[in-house]
């Protein structure tokens, strides 16, 4: 699914909302999301799943394509672990 797709259906089941009602909303969502995640926090969505960073060291990578070696910095990832109730629901 594409955010396009979601907006779409929370317009289908939420009619007294117009579309660009439902995109700012779901704009505002990711982008708190993202600002928390900034800021080194963590969002936990009950039920759903909680999203954190996790750092990764500096490393010696290699290009694929030509086989040269290159210094690859330390940076933090978005991380994502499943609720259990996502986990049981997944597993059905």
Do not use: H
Request: net charge positive; charged share 35%; hydrophobic share 40%.
């Amino acid at each position: 699914m594409i955010r396009s797709e979601l907006v779409q259906m929370l317009v289908d089941d939420n009619p007294g909302l117009s579309a660009r009602e439902v995109e700012k909303i779901v704009s505002v969502f990711f982008d708190e999301i993202v600002a928390r995640l900034t800021e080194d926090g963590r969002v936990e969505l009950r039920g759903f799943g909680a999203f954190s960073t996790r750092a990764r060291d500096g490393r010696t990578g290699r290009n694929p394509r030509t086989g040269e070696t290159v210094d690859v910095a330390a940076k933090r990832v978005p991380y994502f672990k499943p609720g259990k109730e996502m986990r049981v629901r997944l597993n059905v």
